[in-house]
Each structure stands twice: as structure tokens, then as C-alpha cells.
């Protein structure tokens, strides 16, 4: 089983940061693609950005490019989320995931999500 622990959401003002990270834990044989993943109020969940097992393949979703950085550290089984020029487009919740690196991959395991909200 693998278990996947979100933090760093926030309440902010739009064009202020956050770091989200999520660290993963348990039994995984291999290396593993991550992502992630947000849902906002009303909508449906949709990706954000992944980044494959060896950091080759990253991908974002085109509104999030050019502010969102996602990155990870193999030595503590952790991705980041980087959000800068944050809008309220942006308040979500945002889960972790494995194992997509893009949009046309349905995540196998999911965290508990952290909550995200900008104020204007």
C-alpha cells in the first residue's frame, strides 16, 4: 500500500507563493511518476502538473505554466508544487498522486488533498 501526505496550502493573496509538498510512503518497487491534481469548488478534478520517475517528462496544464515549478527529491520520496503569481483561479484543493506525469493517465493512489484559496 502506498500512502501520500500533502502540506502546504494556505490561504493567501493573489500574486503571493506557495510550496505544496507531498511525500510518499510505503510498499513501491520501483521508481514512480507523480503529479498533481486540483479541484476546485463545483468543478471536477483536473491535472496541474506531473513529472515522471526520473525527471525527464514534465508537464503542466496551460494555465498554470510559467508559475507553477514542480519538482522532487528521490532521497525523501517528496514532490513539490512551486505556485507563484498565485490567482483566485487557482483555489482548489490539490492532490498528490501516482503514477501520472500527465493529463491522459487516471492516478492510482491519492492523497487527502490540501486546500489552496486566494483572495482578491
Known amino acids: 500500500q502506498v500512502e501520500l501526505v500533502e502540506s502546504g496550502g494556505g490561504l493567501v493573496k493573489a500574486g503571493d507563493s506557495l510550496r505544496l509538498s507531498c511525500t510518499a510512503s510505503?510498499?513501491?518497487?520501483?521508481?514512480?511518476?507523480m503529479g498533481w491534481f486540483r479541484q476546485a469548488p463545483g468543478n471536477r478534478r483536473v491535472f496541474v502538473a506531473g513529472?515522471?520517475?526520473?525527471?525527464?517528462?514534465?508537464n503542466y496544464r496551460d494555465s498554470v505554466k510559467g508559475r507553477f515549478i514542480i519538482s522532487r527529491d528521490e532521497d525523501k520520496n517528496t514532490v513539490y508544487l512551486q505556485m507563484n503569481s498565485l490567482n483566485v483561479d487557482d483555489t482548489a484543493i490539490y492532490y498528490c498522486?501516482?503514477?501520472?506525469?500527465?493529463?491522459?493517465?487516471?492516478?492510482?493512489?491519492w492523497g487527502l488533498g490540501t486546500r489552496v484559496t486566494v483572495s482578491s
Open positions: 510505503g510498499r513501491f518497487g520501483s521508481r514512480y511518476n
Open positions: 498522486e501516482i503514477p501520472c506525469a500527465n493529463d491522459r493517465c487516471d492516478p492510482t493512489y
Open positions: 513529472i515522471s520517475a526520473n525527471g525527464a517528462d514534465i
